[in-house]
């Protein structure tokens, strides 16, 4: 069954350090979409992504975050510079063309800002 | 004030026993959905329900929603060991590529 698959599963980083985590959603899936979790708090949504562009945008969004679609089948997110308060697991997302309500979820990655 | 809150925060149950979730939210929605979270791991899509939609099973799951009471209850028969994980309910305020708004969870503990 197809999954979506998210690298790295785990990332460390130093404060102010750039990173990069990276998406593959389920082929033909049109839209994407980010989540964030920290550690023992909900599932938030960051940011969601419709043919080559931001569709909608949570507030936790800021200028320090973006998202790319670089190539066909990888999604990525960004971070500039990366913050304490950054860690946390993030989750990426696709919807399935045949249905647009049922959202499939990736592994997730940890990140750890140190 | 918050979409999607669940009760109990932790639930402790014996192997065979029935396990009972709610979920709570705010405002209208599209549909509602329940996603388990083993430990540090990622979301596994349960079951949705739509708005207008009562009651809905899945296996051993059963889900009802109360649209005049904005709330869901997520039901598992016979738990096993392997039900051991946090449970969300999401909510979707639209139809279509809505975002979900997720709820705090509720951690299902079910020993042998």
């Known amino acids: 069954e197809p999954e979506v698959t998210q690298t790295p599963s785990h990332q460390v980083t130093q404060m102010g350090q750039e990173v990069i985590l990276r998406c593959v959603p389920i082929?033909?899936?049109?839209?994407f979409y980010w989540y964030r979790q920290i550690l023992g708090q909900k599932v938030e949504f960051l940011v969601s992504f419709y043919n080559n562009e931001i569709s909608e945008k949570s507030e936790i969004f800021d200028d320090q975050f973006s998202v790319e679609r670089p190539d066909g089948s990888n999604f990525t997110l960004k971070i500039r510079s990366t913050k304490l308060e950054d860690s946390a697991m993030y989750f990426c997302?696709?919807?399935?063309?045949?249905?647009?309500?049922?959202?499939?979820f990736g592994p997730g990655t940890r990140l750890t800002v140190l | 004030s918050q979409q999607g809150e669940e009760d109990p925060q932790a639930l402790s149950i014996q192997e065979g026993e029935n396990a009972t979730m709610n979920c709570s939210y705010k405002?209208?929605?599209?549909?509602l959905q329940w996603y388990r979270q083993n430990s540090g791991r990622g979301l596994v899509h349960l079951i949705l329900i739509r708005s207008n939609e009562r009651e809905k099973h899945s296996g051993r799951l059963r889900v009802t929603l109360d649209t005049s009471k904005k709330s869901s209850s997520l039901l598992i028969t016979a738990s096993r060991a392997a039900d051991t994980a946090s449970y969300f309910c999401a909510t979707a305020l639209f139809v279509g590529y809505s975002t979900l708004t997720f709820g705090k969870g509720t951690m299902l503990l079910v020993s042998p």
């Open positions: 997302a696709s919807i399935w063309t045949g249905s647009t309500d049922t959202q499939y």
């Open positions: 405002t209208s929605i599209n549909n």
């Open positions: 082929s033909n899936h049109l839209y």
